[in-house]
Structures are given as C-alpha cells and as structure tokens.
C-alpha cells in the first residue's frame, strides 16, 4: 500500500524486523531508476531513464525481459490480470508521452 496506510501517512503501524534484511540480490539498469517496482507473478518490473522497461526473476534477480520504449520510464509499473501497463517521457524535445501496456510473461505488446 502507498505510503503503508490508507490515509498514506508513511508509517505501517507495526514493528520492522528486529535485524537487518539479507540482500538476496541486486540489479544494476543501464541508467537511473525513477519509478517504484511493482512485483508479482515472479517478477519484479520498473523502468528507467535509458528508456528500457526491465522485467526480473525475482527470486534470481535475472532479466526475464526488457522492453525498450520511445522515452525515459518515469511512472511505477500497474500490473492488472497478466498485463503491465506504465507511461514514458516524450522524446527529448517532444511534447508527448506514451502509455504501454505489455504482457507481463512474454514482454510484448
């Protein structure tokens, strides 16, 4: 949930872990990452501002797929019934953005 609560106020309302979480793995995009991650299905999928839509194993951390778009993925991921659907920056100097939405297991429009 946004912001851990419904009236988003950032705090969770319950105890954290009482040590520090093992990192199981870590990514690096070919640029910087501007949107939050959605994660489900057995994937983890952000954008970033190389223009590429990533879509990772989430137990592995390797890329499953990627998709490259017309302009930088600012937007967090909406995943909804096997589809993923985020928006891009137009292309420098352009004036609009674009909407796509992808099917979460092959990648494709």
């Known amino acids: 949930m946004f912001r851990a609560s419904p009236q988003r106020t950032g705090e969770a309302g319950c105890r954290g872990p009482s040590k520090a979480p093992k990192i199981a793995w ?4 070919g640029y910087k ?3 939050s991650a959605a994660v489900g299905g057995g ?3 952000f954008g970033a501002y190389d223009k ?3 879509a990772l194993d989430s137990g592995t951390g390797r890329e499953a797929w990627r998709h490259v778009g017309p302009g930088p993925v ?7 019934e096997g589809a993923v659907c985020f928006c891009t920056l137009p292309p420098r100097g352009g004036q609009k953005g674009t909407v796509t939405v992808l099917d979460t297991g092959l990648g494709t429009l």
């Open 33 to 35: 990452i501007a949107s």
């Open 43 to 45: 994937l983890v999928l």
């Open 74 to 80: 600012r937007s967090s991921p909406l995943m909804l």
């Open 52 to 54: 590429v839509f990533y």
């Open 26 to 29: 870590k990514f690096e995009a």
